[in-house]
DNA sequence: TTGATATATATCTTTACAGTTATATATCGG
DNA sequence: CCGATATATAACTGTAAAGATATATATCAA
């Protein structure tokens, strides 16, 4: 069912960096490098571990492979983050009702 | 502002079994232990890390320490995840379009 | 106080992994 | 085909961290 290793994945700086560039559109990976400032070979391999968590795409173009965010997988985070959610809104809720008491 | 290590703390699976059990309700070290079937330095230790990423705070009661969970750094991830959710609902509504057109 | 229970921490070992360097593969232009 | 460009991968190194073991600290009960 969830493939965890997700978290995992998303725990190292670079990667979500890496997607967060991605968020602009689908980019190749010497603009990537340009773009964070780290060698090509660690970018390569970061963006083959991104893919095998099924969290970004490759199409080839030309020379070049073009990535592109593959966002269904971060739907586990969403997933698993959902009762918390629920936590923090109620001491949110608990919050409010208490400055309302004070006034 | 955001403090990115909370991914890396989430990372760790025991850990998510740990917050996990926590939403049923505070817990001892103990009763922790038994429930993952881990050693107690190390459930020690992984709590030692959720507390000082703020992800659980401790009340001592008597010999034992009642751990709960505190959820306000997970509103980090939520806020990461913000816009990649967005990706993936587009992309569900295009596919439920999609599907509309082929009716 | 003493022994038992509950938890924390220190030390050690092993493993996983990020980054570097060097090299391989593939595709372009001419 | 050839050199240049773009990307991937292999081999190596250093480091961080998870789990095991042993021990320290604190609180209970008698």
Partial sequence: MLNMKTFAVLAEPTRRLLLDSLLEGA???NSLV???GMSQPVVS?????LRDAGLVL???DGQRRLYSVSPAPL???????????KLW???????EEHLDEME
Same sequence: chains 1, 2.
Avoid: F, T
């Fill in 34 to 36: 340009d773009r964070i």
């Fill in 45 to 49: 391999k970061h963006l083959r571990i």
């Fill in 58 to 60: 490759v199409k080839p």
């Fill in 89 to 95: 809104n109620e001491r949110l809720n608990s919050l």
């Fill in 27 to 29: 980019q190749s990976v």
């Fill in 75 to 85: 739907a586990e985070l969403e997933a698993w983050l959902e009762p918390y959610r």
